[in-house]
């Protein structure tokens, strides 16, 4: 029998987050499949998990990925985890899930949790009953196209930025973006600096002092 496999979502910052029920999955599957091996030790540090993890990223080669799916037909259960929030959103676990859908279909069970993207649509006061989440801005092409399609959106848009891109992403929303149009800006949200700003892309770039972390961005509707 095809073992399962289980999309587990983690906390996205603050480790008591976790749900009962991923803490029940961590603690019964054979393996856990990990993006960084050492973040996810924490976590199952915190919480008393002692399961062999095998590390997959972005970087991962077709090799390791034969091996996972061969694991998978010896009947082991596995878990797959990111760094933070659910594998598969903007995230490297999204190929391997294809890539098992399309060769060898086991079960595969989500285990939900915490979302940077809900949680910061949650706070933000925007309509949320449509939006759009646009992922990570490219890095160089096609950077433009995506600040313009942000810029035109008639629902509600959500992203992530990096820190050392955040400064160039504030420029790049002032070039395209209505003057009054709503923001909010969420900075290593659950964590111990969190930090949200509010306004317009004039206010959040006078408010911001701080451009360490990671970012959620979310943009009012037109």
Do not use: W
Not at 21 to 49: P, S, W
Not at 67 to 87: F, H, Q, R, W, Y
Not at 196 to 217: A, S, T
Request: proline residues 5%.
């Amino acid at each position: 029998m095809i073992g399962k496999l289980y999309i587990v979502a983690t906390p996205i910052g603050n480790l008591g987050d976790i749900t009962l029920r991923a803490i029940e999955t961590l603690k019964n599957v054979d393996f856990i499949l990990c993006e960084d091996t050492r973040v996810t030790k924490n976590l199952l540090d915190r919480y008393e998990i002692k399961k062999p993890t095998i590390s997959y990223h972005q970087h991962t080669e077709e090799r390791k990925v034969k091996e996972i799916a061969k694991l998978l037909e010896e009947g082991k259960n596995l878990a797959l985890v990111s760094d933070a929030g659910t594998p598969g959103i903007s995230d490297p676990g999204g190929l391997l899930i294809k890539s098992l859908v399309k060769s060898l279909q086991p079960e595969i069970i989500p285990i939900p949790g915490a979302s940077a993207v809900v949680s910061a649509l949650s706070i933000s006061g925007f309509p949320t009953d449509k939006f759009i989440f646009m992922g990570f801005p490219p890095h160089k092409n096609k950077r433009q196209k995506f600040f313009k399609e942000v810029a035109a959106a008639e629902y509600t848009v959500v992203f992530y930025e990096s820190g050392h891109r955040i400064k160039k992403c504030l420029q790049e929303l002032k070039e395209n973006l209505d003057a009054g149009r709503g923001l909010v800006i969420c900075r290593e949200l659950t964590k111990k600096f969190e930090t949200i700003y509010r306004g317009n892309i004039d206010n959040i770039i006078e408010q911001m002092q701080d451009e360490r972390g990671e970012f959620v961005v979310v943009v009012n509707q037109k």
